[in-house]
């Protein structure tokens, strides 16, 4: 009988303990005048070579199914990504391509919690490692509410850089 009594004593607190733990303490996702800025980038950068146009003697040595007309190289530029928020230099990161042979996708991913308003937010992203510079750059002034989660995005078909 003494086991029985224990037992509903032992599951007993265990509910207690999973009620109270459900509900206690409180997380506060983000602090009441904040919103979040979250950079979510996973973008191929450009061949980081030129392809070679081989020639009649260069195929000719080739088995019939390697016999491709350009030879091209695999890996891929790093992606570099740069983060300017009301002028001053929020994040610069420089992204690898990733796989054995560097020619998969780099991957950024950041959040920044920001104090709810307007902001000037300038984002910049190179893609080529031939070409000096930033390939591609938005800057528009934004409007945080609380709470509020804004995502900057790449996609080269729709303009570049997006902030949704």
Known sequence: ????????????????????????PV??????????????ISHAGQILGACHERSAEELAKLPPNMRALQDCPRERSPVTVELELDG????????????????????????FPLRAGEHRLTV??????????????????????????????FNPQQGGVLIK
Not at 5 to 14: K, N, P, R, T
Not at 16 to 24: E, T
Not at 27 to 40: A, N
Not at 129 to 149: C, K, T
């Open 1 to 24: 009988m003494a086991k029985w009594i224990a037992q509903g004593i032992g599951f007993a607190l265990f509910a207690f303990g999973i009620g109270y733990f459900s509900m206690a």
């Open 27 to 40: 997380y506060h996702y983000l602090e009441p005048e904040q919103g979040l800025l979250r950079l979510s």
């Open 88 to 111: 001053r230099l929020l994040h610069h990161e420089v992204a690898l391509p990733s796989g054995l042979s560097r020619d998969g996708a780099s991957t950024v991913y950041r959040r």
């Open 124 to 153: 910049r992203l190179d893609d080529s490692a031939r070409i000096p510079g930033f390939n591609y750059q938005r800057s528009e002034i934004i409007q945080l509410l609380p709470a509020q989660v804004l995502v900057i995005d």
